[in-house]
């Protein structure tokens, strides 16, 4: 199991242990180890104090209040840093992750006692010949076997301490496909609202890293079920009752349901595409009426629901850039397909949302339908659109445009004033390389403009 710690890793590990300090790799590290899992961060906890810590590495940083000494090294040509935490307890802690005041621990149980889940406290000693010893006085492993996520002791106190670890639980459980612990879960739906302590920035890394997952239809549920997608996107939640059946149509679920449906189908894998998609028909409750046979309608809910995304994306400090993707996305959700579109129309459909965002937006389509209960993920409609844009993507046919000079070029290489000898020459040029495109370097075509005006001028 240890020999997937990277050897640069272990040195440092090792010289900890030299200088003769406890070290410990511990957190994520450790339970993805004993997963088998992609590590990460090789994160180290030890007794030696972040001074001691910058004795032993004097190119290692020290710049936070939590005892974490960052060690940078390089793991295959690659730049990282490994993180070595000083054992800790904190005293008179806040749920916003603000001790007020932090001591070191003495001993590594005070470490593991203040971590957030069972199996992510378990430490791992490695000792002569690299023979490996676990440290897990919360019975992680177990727990790891039995796939479930567990506070360490009591989980209020430690869903109190930081109140991220609510979301946190929600999030491992779904990257891992775990179920969470009966009493960790109780309390997380009773301390729910404690979410709102924690600054945007947080939430969202965690948010979109359910997205991210596998599951993510799976995280949004159990994040509805215990109460915090109220807290985060209460926006989401609007949708829940407002029906969209209309005859002939394929909707039979209530808006919320939808919305979480097109995410549970969308083929893109990009988080942020993915949060799009979870709330591309956002705007619906607000613009729902009703029209003369009793229908329901939702006019413009994409106009709508690019309004409030914008709200949601800058609440949750989405960069610039994610934030204009999704508002994009869902302002044009309801491109139109319709086979008699021009060239030029589609022309103008990808000008106005970006070529970059062209799979996306198909992605978003695909999801919109499968979500809405069709059983095809494209229409031959659909197949047809995208064959066109497909079609005006491909690079434009080598033109006048495209040769390596102009007519700018013609004037100074025959010294000679504008004037419609300027055409002739390069069209006459354009259709040699035409024929041959290696003709379009610069050496073959100042000859050829030599040769040619001087058979017209003479
Ligand atoms: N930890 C904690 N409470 C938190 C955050 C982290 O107790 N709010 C502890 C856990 O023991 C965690 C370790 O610090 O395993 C490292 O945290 P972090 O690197 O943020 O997450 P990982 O658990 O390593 O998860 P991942 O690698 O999936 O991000």
């Given at each position: 199991m240890?020999?997937v710690i990277?050897?640069?890793?272990?040195?440092i590990y090792?010289?900890l242990?030299?200088?003769?300090?406890q070290?410990?790799?511990?957190?994520?590290?450790v339970?993805d180890?004993l997963?088998?899992?992609?590590v990460?961060?090789?994160d180290?906890?030890?007794?030696a104090?972040?001074e001691?810590l910058l004795k032993v590495?004097?190119?290692?940083?020290?710049?936070?209040?939590f005892?974490?000494?960052?060690v940078?090294?390089?793991?295959?040509?690659?730049?990282?840093?490994?993180?070595?935490?000083t054992f800790?307890t904190?005293q008179?802690y806040t749920?916003?992750?603000?001790?007020?005041?932090v001591?070191?621990?003495k001993?590594?149980?005070?470490?593991l006692?203040r971590?957030?889940?069972?199996?992510?406290?378990?430490?791992?000693?490695?000792?002569?010949?690299?023979?490996f010893?676990l440290i897990d006085?919360?019975d992680?492993?177990?727990?790891l076997?039995?796939?479930?996520?567990?506070a360490?002791?009591?989980?209020?106190l430690?869903?109190k301490?930081?109140a991220?670890?609510?979301?946190r639980?929600?999030?491992?459980?779904?990257e891992?496909?775990?179920?969470i612990?009966?009493?960790?879960?109780?309390?997380?739906?009773e301390?729910?609202p404690?979410i709102?302590h924690i600054?945007?920035?947080?939430i969202k890394?965690?948010l979109l890293?359910?997205?991210?997952s596998e599951?993510?239809y799976?995280?949004?549920?159990?994040?509805?079920?215990c109460?915090?997608?109220e807290?985060?996107l209460?926006?989401?939640?609007k949708?829940?009752?407002?029906s969209?059946?209309?005859?002939?149509?394929h909707?039979?679920?209530?808006v919320?349901?939808?919305n979480?449906l097109s995410?549970?189908?969308?083929?893109?894998?990009?988080?942020?595409?993915?949060?799009a998609?979870?709330?591309h028909?956002?705007?619906?409750?607000e613009?729902?009426?009703?029209?003369?046979?009793?229908?329901?309608?939702?006019?413009?809910?994409e106009v709508?629901g690019?309004r409030?995304?914008?709200k949601?994306?800058?609440?949750l400090?989405?960069?610039?850039?994610?934030?204009?993707?999704?508002?994009?996305?869902?302002?044009?959700?309801?491109?139109?397909v319709?086979?008699n579109?021009t060239?030029?129309?589609i022309r103008r459909?990808?000008?106005k949302?970006?070529?970059e965002?062209v799979?996306?937006?198909?992605?978003l389509?695909?999801?919109d339908?499968?979500g809405?209960?069709?059983?095809?993920?494209?229409?031959?409609r659909l197949k047809?659109f995208k064959?066109?844009?497909?079609?005006?993507?491909?690079?434009?046919?080598f033109?006048?445009n495209?040769l390596?000079i102009?007519?700018?070029?013609v004037i100074?290489?025959l010294?000679i004033?504008?004037?419609?000898?300027i055409g002739?020459?390069l069209n006459?040029?354009?259709?040699?390389?035409d024929e041959?495109?290696?003709?379009?370097?610069?050496?073959?075509l100042?000859?050829?403009?030599?040769e040619?005006?001087?058979n017209?001028?003479?």
């Amino acid at each position: 199991m240890t020999n997937v710690i990277p050897k640069e890793i272990l040195k440092i590990y090792h010289r900890l242990e030299k200088q003769g300090f406890q070290a410990y790799f511990v957190g994520g590290s450790v339970r993805d180890l004993l997963l088998k899992r992609k590590v990460k961060d090789w994160d180290l906890t030890t007794n030696a104090t972040p001074e001691e810590l910058l004795k032993v590495f004097p190119d290692g940083f020290y710049d936070n209040q939590f005892g974490t000494v960052g060690v940078p090294l390089k793991i295959e040509d690659k730049e990282e840093v490994i993180e070595i935490t000083t054992f800790r307890t904190e005293q008179s802690y806040t749920p916003t992750h603000k001790p007020e005041k932090v001591t070191w621990g003495k001993t590594l149980d005070d470490d593991l006692s203040r971590r957030d889940f069972t199996i992510n406290a378990i430490a791992l000693r490695i000792g002569e010949k690299n023979v490996f010893e676990l440290i897990d006085p919360y019975d992680g492993e177990k727990d790891l076997k039995k796939k479930i996520i567990k506070a360490v002791g009591d989980p209020s106190l430690r869903f109190k301490e930081d109140a991220l670890r609510l979301l946190r639980a929600i999030r491992i459980a779904t990257e891992l496909g775990f179920t969470i612990d009966k009493d960790t879960w109780e309390k997380i739906v009773e301390d729910a609202p404690l979410i709102k302590h924690i600054s945007a920035e947080r939430i969202k890394i965690e948010l979109l890293r359910v997205l991210a997952s596998e599951n993510p239809y799976d995280g949004i549920m159990l994040l509805k079920n215990c109460g915090l997608l109220e807290q985060i996107l209460p926006e989401l939640l609007k949708g829940i009752g407002i029906s969209q059946a209309r005859p002939g149509r394929h909707h039979k679920d209530d808006v919320f349901t939808h919305n979480l449906l097109s995410l549970k189908f969308c083929p893109s894998k990009d988080p942020v595409v993915r949060f799009a998609t979870l709330l591309h028909d956002i705007g619906k409750p607000e613009v729902s009426a009703k029209d003369k046979q009793g229908l329901v309608t939702f006019h413009n809910h994409e106009v709508a629901g690019a309004r409030m995304v914008e709200k949601i994306c800058d609440r949750l400090k989405f960069s610039r850039k994610e934030k204009e993707k999704v508002i994009m996305l869902i302002r044009w959700h309801m491109f139109s397909v319709n086979e008699n579109q021009t060239d030029a129309a589609i022309r103008r459909f990808i000008r106005k949302i970006g070529v970059e965002n062209v799979k996306d937006m198909m992605d978003l389509r695909v999801a919109d339908r499968l979500g809405g209960g069709t059983q095809t993920a494209e229409s031959w409609r659909l197949k047809l659109f995208k064959e066109k844009i497909e079609e005006q993507l491909k690079p434009a046919p080598f033109s006048i445009n495209d040769l390596v000079i102009d007519g700018n070029d013609v004037i100074k290489i025959l010294n000679i004033k504008p004037g419609p000898i300027i055409g002739k020459i390069l069209n006459e040029i354009f259709a040699e390389v035409d024929e041959d495109l290696s003709k379009n370097n610069r050496k073959f075509l100042d000859q050829r403009v030599r040769e040619l005006g001087q058979n017209l001028i003479e």
